[in-house]
C-alpha cells in the first residue's frame, strides 16, 4: 500500500485520462466510433493469435474450438480493419456474432476442460457473458454502437471520478519526508 500511495499521481492521471477520454466520447462519437472500431479490430485479432496460440498448445479436447475461436477473432478483425467506415449497424452484427461464437466456443472447451483445470467455470461464465451480450446486440440492434459510444463515454467519466477520488485518498496514505 506504502508504494501505491508513493505514486498517488499516477492514478491519478489514469483518473483524468479516463474523464478526458469520456468527455470526448460524449463529444465527438463520431470519432469516438471509429477508434472504436479501430480497437475492436486490434483487440480481436490480438484475441484471435492468442486463442490461436493455446489451441495448438492444448490437448485435443479443447484444441478444435479455441482454434475455431482464433480463426473467427482474426477474421473479424481483419473485417473491422478492411472497412473502418462501415455502418454501425453492420459493425454492430459484425461484434454481435464473433460474441456469440468466441463465447460458444469458451463454453465449450471449459466443459471439456473441467476435469484437467481448477475453475473452468470461470471461462463458462465468461462465454456465457458473451453470448448474452451478442444476443442482446441482436436483438435491439437500433441502439447501434452509437449507444454503445455513449455508454463507454460515461463509464469513462465515472471511472475517472472514481480513480481523482481513489489518488487522493491513498496520497495520505504516503509517509511524510
Known sequence: MEQIARTWWLVLIRGIAALIFGILALVWPGITLLVLVIFFGAYAIVNGVFS???GFRHDAKSRAWLIISGVLGILAGIVAFVWPGITSLALLYVVAFWAIFTGVAEIVAGVQLRETIDNEWMLIVG????????????????????????????????YGIAMAILAFRVKKLAPRA
Do not use: Y
Open 127 to 158: 462465454g456465457a457473458l458473451s453470448v448474452i451480450f451478442g444476443i442482446i446486440l441482436l436483438i435491439w440492434p437500433g441502439a447501434g454502437l452509437l449507444a454503445l459510444v455513449w455508454l463507454v463515454g460515461v463509464f469513462a467519466i465515472l
Open 52 to 54: 490461436l496460440f493455446a
